[in-house]
């Protein structure tokens, strides 16, 4: 795939510093890509290496700036702005990474806080007590009442093996303020629940099964979740019983 994006892409796409790097590897515009057996066996080791550096970053982040709020689970996707820098002209690499791993295609418009119109965005890969997500436990996300969003949120739960949404026998993997039948508490908030199975009392907000990787989106935000105010919890476990029925 890269050398198809070398060969097939103007050469002025690219910079001269990556161009260098996909040349020491035989990767040449106008030229076959014919690695022989040893450079075979080098590109598979780098790129398991390559994959595991770049999930132990995007995972497990070490940079404060990283978090919307002090020992929270909540991250932002854009660590240095969409542009992924320290400073100006200046990467951070492990911003960098850890979007790339995650998620393609970036735009200004994705970063920006702009109250009223667009989107905003949060995800967390660890509970409460800073665990790792487990697909085969339960967990219990509470929402707090009157969530500051003009038209609505929601949350999704994606795979952390292929970064896509998580495929299950429910249509779409997500739970949000426009899900019908939407179990409300009585002061307003919600509580979402995930696991291989959910309360049958929950039914209506409930994912399954849960992956190691989840993301919540605002659209149309108000100054409240723009300025941080609104905090949602972190997910706990739950003790909801494995046997209980499946939910539908």
């Not at 929950?202 to 300025?227: D, K, Q, V």
Request: aromatic share 12%; proline share 8%; glycine share 10%.
């Amino acid at each position: 795939m890269l050398n198809q994006v070398v060969q097939e892409e103007p050469s002025d796409s690219l910079d001269p510093v990556r161009l260098g790097f996909y040349a020491s590897i035989g990767i040449v515009k106008g030229k076959p890509f014919s690695p022989d057996e040893r450079m075979k066996k080098i590109l598979t080791e780098a790129a398991a290496v390559g994959d595991a550096t770049a999930r132990a970053v995007a995972f497990k982040i070490r940079q404060p700036a990283d978090y919307y709020y002090a020992n929270s689970a909540w991250r932002l996707p854009f660590l240095g702005g969409y542009k992924f820098e320290e400073q100006p002209g200046v990467f951070n690499f492990d911003g960098y990474i850890m979007y790339y791993f995650a998620a393609t295609g970036v735009t200004p418009a994705m970063e920006e806080r702009m109250v009223g119109r667009g989107s905003q965005y949060a995800w967390a890969v660890e509970d409460s007590n800073h665990n790792p997500l487990d697909g085969g436990k339960h967990y219990k996300l509470h929402l707090p009442p009157n969530i500051p969003v003009k038209d609505f949120w929601s949350i999704i739960v994606y795979s952390n093996q292929t970064r896509s949404q998580l495929q299950t026998d429910q249509p779409f993997p997500t739970v949000g303020s426009q899900t019908k039948g939407l179990l409300v508490n009585v002061d307003g908030s919600v509580d979402v629940y995930f696991g291989p199975k959910a309360p049958p009392a929950r039914r209506r907000t409930g994912c399954r099964p849960y992956p190691e990787r989840a993301g919540t989106r605002s659209c149309g935000s108000t100054a409240l979740w723009s300025l941080g105010s609104t905090r949602p919890g972190g997910r706990e476990r739950s003790n909801c019983s494995h046997n209980m029925p499946t939910q539908s």
